[in-house]
């Protein structure tokens, strides 16, 4: 297999087919799902050890040795795999859905595409279905896994019982999953930090003062997004780089907003948000616009639907940028998952390309994607 990666910004005349993403979040469209709902360049052998992984169950007709230590999922001869989404709609979580289900007809595999019926449930809720994935017999299960002390338990009983797990757009450590696929939140962040330092030279800004907004401040991927976006900002930007305090969408754009507002009645020399997640570019963008702050204040954008289009170009949003969602849930995680299970080389990390789209790119964008803007 070819590995697919792309760390460098790609311009909208030479775009595939994509769909929004926020940096381990959900959408703001994201709408429930029930568990009853059914809906990559060279790669390099993993790194997980064979002691890092333990199976006690049968393949090809005989027992496993009790406490044997294996990588091989060779027993898995007719798939059935479960991927435990963060939110069901939307124009990230989807097309996710879509393309997961468009590749596992293609392959002829059994499975399904599960989320939390309510926004806000978490880990807890993403667990509730993976443990339920686990008792109706899926041998490939799929999960976001944000802190993983709480799939703990759940992580030690599929590895007893021989079901491959693959952390989905969540990065758990090569110590608890055997592989995963999504965005590589570090390196997300630093793509939005190096924009931010060309947009601060354009706009003739000497010092940054950010305020950092996530859907939690608890979220350990986001937090490495944070981290990426101020490593950007190390490589690329030679003045100083000062924080102004930190929010929290708690998955809602509008709580986003009103965050912001608080921070800016609190220090008005902001002048970069950092937006962490699907909900805060949103609530970012909706302050700008009705604070006429644009050219002021920079903030990007999560998605590449109509609306962040919109804004980028009415100057509220200074880029946009998501992967290629449908890829992501389609042939990346079905290859990789296909790769384990027939002992080829793999890689741990699976990062789908990077786009982003700016200001002087979003007519020719929407143009060849279809997208209607005023």
């Given at each position: 297999m070819k590995m697919r990666k792309l760390f460098a910004v790609i311009l909208a005349a030479s775009l595939t087919t994509v769909c929004a993403a926020g940096c381990g979040s959900k959408t703001a469209e994201g709408s429930a799902a029930t568990a009853g709902t059914e809906t990559t360049g060279a790669v390099k052998e993993s790194t997980v050890k064979e002691s890092e992984m333990t199976t006690s169950k049968e393949a090809d007709g005989e027992a496993a040795t009790e406490g044997k230590t294996t990588t091989d999922y060779s027993h898995i001869e007719k798939v059935k795999i479960a991927l435990i989404g963060g939110a069901s709609g939307g124009n990230f979580w989807g097309n996710i859905e879509t393309g997961f289900n468009t590749e596992i007809a293609s392959r002829g595999w059994e499975g399904v595409y599960w989320a939390p019926s309510t926004t806000g449930g978490g880990d807890a809720a993403v667990l509730d279905l993976a443990e339920t994935a686990l008792i109706q017999g899926y041998n490939v299960i799929c999960p976001v896994i944000n802190d993983v002390s709480i799939f703990e338990d759940f992580l030690t009983r599929a590895s007893e019982d021989g079901v491959l797990v693959i952390a989905f757009n969540s990065n758990p450590g090569e110590d608890s999953v055997i592989a995963q696929?999504?965005?590589?939140?570090?390196?997300?962040?630093?793509?939005?930090?190096?924009?931010?330092?060309?947009?601060?030279?354009?706009?003739?800004?000497?010092?940054?003062?950010?305020?950092?907004?996530?859907?939690?401040?608890?979220?350990?991927?986001?937090?490495?997004?944070?981290?990426?976006?101020?490593?950007?900002?190390?490589?690329?930007?030679?003045?100083?780089?000062?924080?102004?305090?930190?929010?929290?969408?708690?998955?809602?754009?509008?709580?986003?907003?009103?965050?912001?507002?608080?921070?800016?009645?609190?220090?008005?020399?902001?002048?970069?948000?950092?937006?962490?997640?699907?909900?805060?570019?949103?609530?970012?963008?909706?302050?700008?616009?009705?604070?006429?702050?644009?050219?002021?204040?920079?903030?990007?954008?999560?998605?590449?639907?109509?609306?962040?289009?919109?804004?980028?170009?009415?100057?509220?949003?200074?880029?946009?940028?998501?992967?290629?969602?449908v890829y992501m849930g389609g042939e990346q995680l079905c290859s990789v998952a296909e790769a384990i299970i027939s002992g080829a080389e793999f890689e741990y990390k699976n990062f789908p390309p990077k786009i982003w789209v700016l200001p002087e790119d979003v007519d020719a964008y929407a143009a060849e994607h279809g997208i209607t803007l005023n």
């Open positions: 696929v999504g965005i590589d939140s570090a390196e997300s962040g630093k793509q939005q930090g190096g924009q931010i330092a060309d947009f601060a030279k354009k706009l003739g800004i000497e010092e940054i003062k950010y305020i950092n907004m996530c859907s939690a401040l608890s979220n350990t991927n986001q937090q490495a997004t944070k981290g990426g976006v101020l490593e950007g900002l190390a490589e690329n930007f030679g003045g100083t780089v000062t924080e102004l305090g930190e929010g929290e969408s708690e998955d809602n754009a509008a709580t986003a907003q009103d965050a912001i507002g608080s921070l800016f009645i609190a220090n008005p020399d902001i002048n970069t948000i950092f937006c962490i997640d699907q909900y805060s570019a949103v609530g970012a963008a909706s302050y700008i616009e009705e604070n006429g702050l644009q050219g002021k204040v920079i903030a990007c954008g999560l998605s590449l639907d109509s609306d962040a289009l919109q804004r980028v170009k009415d100057g509220a949003l200074n880029a946009t940028s998501s992967v290629d969602s």
